[in-house]
Every structure is written in structure tokens, then in C-alpha cells.
């Protein structure tokens, strides 16, 4: 059972709109919700992340949206860019002693933004 | 800033022959080590989290008979991969846990098996 499910799969749109990526868990346990992207050749690295006690975070261009009781969230890019083309994985982690640090990966949205 | 430094950056190995990663935390004090595989067209497969003081964590499909993991203290921790063949290749993260649980990737080890 995927407990961390994102969609779309891919994601094309055009330079200055907004593009959305969905992400919906299972665990309720989960209490830490953190997006990461990946450029080709390259590692993972931490964008933003949310934790439960807010259903909103925002960091420049990237807004997180929590829906805690649907166990929902979603990655808003505003005004998106070339440079912002890239593969967006939502994890999600839960606070409780064996568990911290054991992150669980959605399979990625690819997002690609054409000029 | 915190950071995580892996070595090696690329191998090559035979079929059959094992190969020794190392993982370092610098500018905090890692609690958790976790060690993922992200295989070409999937995403992340957790193989074991390591915590300091407790026991290390395999998750099923890993074992440390296949992926023996040392993690002496908070800023460093190796795996190595044994008898590599060729569904093992791929990159492999070093996952460090700081503070408020935000984890910090190396640049992984990506391996080739031959």
C-alpha cells in the first residue's frame, strides 16, 4: 500500500502561471511534511515543509496547503519558472520515537516549464 | 548550515564484489541516519534507519547480512553494499536528521555494477 501518493505524474506548464502538486497520505500518524526536488544528476533537497499545527505555509514563490482532516496537501508554485523544472517529491514523517527520521517518499511529480 | 557530505560520489564494481559507502554530518549533530536507494525510474526505497542508542532498523526487502551499516557516533555513518549484482545499482542517499526533524540529503553515491 503506498502510503504517500502524488499527483499528477507530470506537470507541464507555461513560464509566469501557477503550477499545483498534490500529495494525499494515509498514516495519521504523520506529522511532518516536507517537499523536496531534484534536478537531473543531483540529489534531493529540502524546498519547504509543514507540520500539522498550520494549515498553511509559504516560502517566497512555493506555498504549502495542508488539509490535515482529508489528509491532504498540495505544493503551489506561483508565477513558475524555467529553473524550477525539475522532479517534486512530498515525504512525510511521523514524531514518535523508532520513527523520527524515517522519511516515506511519494513517487514525484515532474514538473517541466516552458518559456 | 548544516550539511552532509557522501563518499564516494560514482563507483564501479564487479558483479560479486562489495563496496563500502561513508556518510558525514557537518555543522550538527545528526540523531537519525536514515539510508535510502533510489533506483533509475523510482523513487526513494528506505533500507535502514539508523538511530544513535538504539538498534538499526532494516526495513523488509534489506538486511544487514546484504547492507551492513556502521554508525559510531552522530556525524558519521557507512553502509556497504556486499555482493553487489546488478538490481543494486542506483543512487544511494544519506538521509541525516537534525533538529526539528528536518533531514538533510548527501549527494549520494551513485553505483554502476558491472
Known amino acids: 500500500q503506498q502510503q504517500v501518493r502524488q499527483s499528477p505524474q507530470s506537470l507541464t506548464v507555461w513560464e509566469g502561471e501557477t503550477a499545483i502538486l498534490n500529495c494525499s497520505y494515509e498514516?495519521?500518524?504523520?506529522?511532518?511534511f516536507p517537499w523536496y526536488w531534484q534536478f537531473p544528476r543531483e540529489s534531493p533537497a529540502l524546498l519547504i515543509a509543514?507540520?500539522?499545527?498550520?494549515n498553511k505555509k509559504e516560502d517566497g514563490r512555493f506555498t504549502i496547503f495542508f488539509n490535515k482532516r482529508e489528509k491532504k496537501l498540495s505544493l503551489h508554485i506561483t508565477d513558475s519558472q524555467p529553473g524550477d523544472s525539475a522532479t517534486y517529491f512530498c515525504?512525510?514523517?511521523?514524531?514518535?520515537?523508532?520513527?523520527?527520521?524515517?522519511?516515506?517518499f511519494g513517487h514525484g511529480t515532474i514538473l517541466r516549464v516552458h518559456p | 548550515g548544516a550539511l552532509v557530505y557522501q563518499y564516494p560520489r560514482r563507483t564501479i564494481c564487479k558483479s560479486g564484489t562489495s563496496m563500502r559507502m561513508e556518510c558525514q554530518a557537518v555543522g550538527f549533530q545528526a540523531t537519525s541516519v536514515a539510508w535510502y536507494r533510489q533506483s533509475p525510474q523510482k523513487t526513494f526505497e528506505l533500507i535502514a534507519l539508523?538511530?544513535?542508542?538504539?538498534?538499526?532498523?532494516?526495513e523488509q526487502n534489506f538486511t544487514q547480512e546484504k547492507f551492513p551499516i556502521s554508525h559510531p557516533n552522530l556525524s558519521f555513518s557507512s553502509m556497504t553494499v556486499l555482493n553487489a549484482y546488478l538490481e543494486d545499482r542506483g543512487l544511494y542517499l544519506c538521509g541525516a536528521t537534525g533538529a526539528q526533524d528536518t533531514q538533510y540529503f548527501g549527494p549520494g553515491t551513485r553505483l554502476l555494477v558491472l
Open positions: 498514516d495519521s500518524t504523520f506529522d511532518y
Open positions: 539508523s538511530t544513535v542508542n538504539s538498534a538499526i532498523k532494516y
Open positions: 515525504a512525510a514523517s511521523a514524531r514518535t520515537g523508532a520513527n523520527t527520521g524515517k522519511l516515506t
Open positions: 509543514i507540520r500539522p499545527v498550520s
